[in-house]
């Protein structure tokens, strides 16, 4: 499986730890940047990484903000991205469950022991293909897909 990650000057130092956690347990891991605490725009980031998504170059995108918000609106904004800002485990389990989610996005002030556990619930779940499920994300794929986003 290949993550790709993102982050802003206040998602720098958690981004690192999730990197070598991830790389530990034998995750392929793609830094889109920043590469510092020097400030920076997130938007640039978070593009950068829905890009990759999008384009299924990754797995799974995890994005990383001061407060995760920001981040996670830019990487929605690149079409075909389900980005959800998480703060919990039930968030991060129901995100991949019911939506399908291709990114996610944490807070840099976040624990990291928290935020390790939303990675490995999200790692471990799969999506429930239930037809409830996939028509709302489809009314989501013909708005992109109609409007041109």
């Known amino acids: 499986m290949k993550i790709g990650l993102a982050s802003d000057h206040r998602g720098y130092k958690l981004k690192t730890k999730i990197e070598n956690y991830l790389k530990k347990r034998g995750f392929d891991v793609i830094d889109f940047g920043t590469t510092s605490t020097s400030s920076v725009d997130y938007p640039n980031f978070g593009i950068l990484l829905g890009e990759a998504a999008s384009n299924k170059e990754i797995d799974l995108g995890i994005a990383i903000c001061g407060t995760g918000i920001g981040i996670s609106i830019a990487c929605n904004k690149v079409k075909g991205v389900r980005c959800a800002k998480i703060s919990n485990v039930k968030e991060g389990k129901l995100s991949i469950m019911h939506n399908n989610a291709n990114v996610i996005a944490l807070s840099g002030s976040m624990p990291t022991?928290?935020?390790?556990?939303?990675?490995?619930?999200?790692?471990?779940?799969?999506y429930i293909e239930e037809e409830r499920h996939q028509r709302r994300i489809d009314l989501i794929t013909e708005y992109e897909q109609k409007n041109k986003k």
């Open 113 to 126: 022991f928290r935020a390790y556990d939303i990675i490995d619930v999200v790692l471990k779940t799969k």
